[in-house]
Structure formats: C-alpha cells, structure tokens
C-alpha cells in the first residue's frame, strides 16, 4: 500500500499549552474529515514543527488526546527564517492509503493560509 503525505498548518494566538493543543486537534480532525476515509489506523507517522515562539507544550499532545496514541510522532522547531509567520504549528502527516496523490486534500487554518494559497484554494 502507497503512503502519501498530508501537509497542514494552523496559528496559535499566544504561546499558551491550551491554545496549542485546541489547534493541534483542530487542525488533525480537519484533515481527517477532508480525507475521506482516513483514520488514525492508517497513520504510519506524524511529524510536528512550531516556530520559535511557541514552547509551552508539544503538538503531538493534543493528537494524542483525540486517539492517536499508538502513531509514531515527533515534534521539531522551524527553521527561523527572518519575517516568516509567526505561532504557527505545522504538520506532515504519512498516511498509507490507496488514493492517489491527486485526492489528497491538505489543511492550511486561520493566518496559515497564507503560507499556501495555491493549495487552500485548490480546495
């Protein structure tokens, strides 16, 4: 079975855990919905990064608190390139799937938006 990747990101509005974690399972459930027949399951491994500006908790705590305990995670820090978007949470999530590429759909929310206009708008 082919893995495909899955990118999303989303803003926070301070470095605060609840925030985080409220973002982080924002994000994560609209991927799922957005992704017809994804289930945690079928998560081979999910990879995290913040900015600079966000420190108080790790994203993978908020997937861990809406059943994705058993997926392989990792959080890392972005690089800190000058003027980028600031409290922003991605992720790239490999999910083993039969869909092709072409149906994947993925999830930028709030400010991230910004970061890929041609894939928001593609949806």
């Known amino acids: 079975m082919p893995t495909r990747g899955i990118r999303g990101a989303i803003t926070v509005a301070a470095d605060e855990p609840s925030l985080i974690l409220e973002a982080t399972r924002e994000l994560l459930q609209e991927i799922l919905d957005s992704n017809p027949?994804?289930?945690?399951?079928?998560?081979?491994?999910?990879?995290?990064?913040?900015t600079d500006d966000l420190a108080s908790t790790f994203p993978a705590q908020g997937a861990r608190?809406?059943?994705?305990?058993?997926?392989?995670?990792?959080?890392?820090?972005?690089?800190?390139?000058?003027?980028?978007?600031?409290?922003?949470?991605?992720?790239?999530?490999?999910?083993?799937?039969?869909?092709?590429?072409?149906?994947?759909?993925?999830?930028?929310?709030?400010e991230a938006v910004k970061l890929r206009p041609d894939l928001v708008a593609a949806q």
């Open 37 to 50: 027949g994804m289930i945690p399951e079928d998560v081979g491994s999910a990879i995290f990064t913040v």
């Open 65 to 110: 608190e809406m059943g994705w305990g058993l997926v392989p995670m990792m959080c890392a820090r972005e690089i800190p390139v000058p003027n980028s978007l600031p409290r922003v949470i991605r992720v790239l999530v490999h999910w083993n799937t039969e869909a092709p590429q072409s149906e994947i759909t993925h999830i930028y929310l709030r």
